[in-house]
């Protein structure tokens, strides 16, 4: 399965989304914020796809996403968005970037999915790690 970096600020959300890609045999890693996410990938290296929130402090998610993507020297690391966001504008923010965008609350089938599909876009270009 792949290895999943989860960054949520809420704990509940991030617990959740680690149990659920868990169960579902993925190796995952949680980070609360930018700062921490960004340290995981410096130690443990690169995710295969990240889960995301959009509005964390100090660093939103649609920025964090063109940090790890410059820091894994992954101009198309997949990510999945997960955000409380439903405007039309923040959708297409995300989409912009490539990436899956799923609204909170969320189900885990359409976010398992999700995970996927982003999957599926770069398959061949899988790494060793973690």
């Known amino acids: 399965?792949?290895?999943?970096?989860v960054v949520?600020?809420?704990?509940?959300i991030r617990g959740l989304v680690l149990r659920r890609t868990e169960?579902?045999?993925?190796?995952?890693?949680?980070?609360?914020?930018?700062?921490?996410?960004?340290?995981?990938?410096?130690?443990?290296?690169?995710p295969e796809v990240v889960v995301l929130?959009?509005?964390?402090p100090e660093t939103d998610g649609l920025t964090l996403l063109g940090?790890?993507?410059?820091?894994?020297?992954?101009?198309?690391?997949p990510a999945v968005f997960l955000s409380g966001r439903i405007e039309a504008d923040d959708i297409?923010?995300?989409?912009?970037?490539?990436?899956r965008y799923l609204t909170k609350?969320?189900?885990?089938s359409a976010l398992l999915g999700a995970i996927d599909a982003a999957l599926a876009d770069v398959t061949g270009t899988r790494q060793t790690g973690w």
Do not use: N, S
Not at 8 to 12: E, K, L, N, R, S
Not at 92 to 99: N, Q
């Open 1 to 5: 399965m792949a290895r999943i970096l």
């Open 8 to 12: 949520d600020d809420d704990p509940d």
């Open 23 to 46: 169960a579902a045999g993925h190796q995952v890693l949680g980070a609360a914020d930018a700062a921490e996410a960004l340290a995981l990938v410096r130690e443990k290296g690169a």
């Open 53 to 56: 929130d959009v509005v964390m």
């Open 67 to 77: 940090q790890l993507r410059a820091e894994t020297g992954q101009p198309a690391l």
């Open 92 to 99: 297409e923010a995300g989409r912009a970037l490539g990436a």
């Open 105 to 108: 609350p969320f189900v885990a």
